[in-house]
Nanobody, 115 residues
Framework: QVQLVESGGGLVQPGGSLRLSCAAS????????MKWYRQAPGKERAFVAL????????MYSDSVKGRFTISRDNAKNTVTLQMNSLKPEDSAVYYC????????WGQGTQVTVSS
């Protein structure tokens, strides 16, 4: 069965950095686009970034463009979100996502940006 397991969240000060990882299993990882979403309290889940199956195409929401970088390692079945210059408004639960026959989500990892 498909599993997505996020890690790397935590508490960081404004301007700091965090690196999130998503370990994937149960599907042919190298065949699918992977995405990161986030959900802040009281808000809808929102797109953050995506990376194509080969890594050749990346896209970002306007709110994170220039600060976040998505990457993947198809040999290790992992997708990573490097987050720099973090702001309090980046605080949210971050989710890994893949759409194969169905849509799958990880359990999420909490990111809190606060002084």
């Amino acid at each position: 069965q498909v599993q997505l397991v996020e890690s790397g969240g935590g508490l960081v000060q404004p301007g700091g950095s965090l690196r999130l990882s998503c370990a994937a299993s149960g599907f042919t990882f190298s065949s699918y686009t992977m995405k990161w979403y986030r959900q802040a309290p009281g808000k809808e889940r929102a797109f953050v970034a995506l990376i194509s199956n080969t890594g050749g195409i990346t896209m970002y929401s306007d709110s994170v463009k220039g600060r976040f970088t998505i990457s993947r390692d198809n040999a290790k079945n992992t997708v990573t979100l490097q987050m720099n210059s973090l702001k309090p408004e980046d605080s949210a639960v971050y989710y890994c996502n893949v759409i194969t026959t169905y849509t799958y989500w990880g359990q999420g990892t909490q990111v809190t940006v606060s002084s």
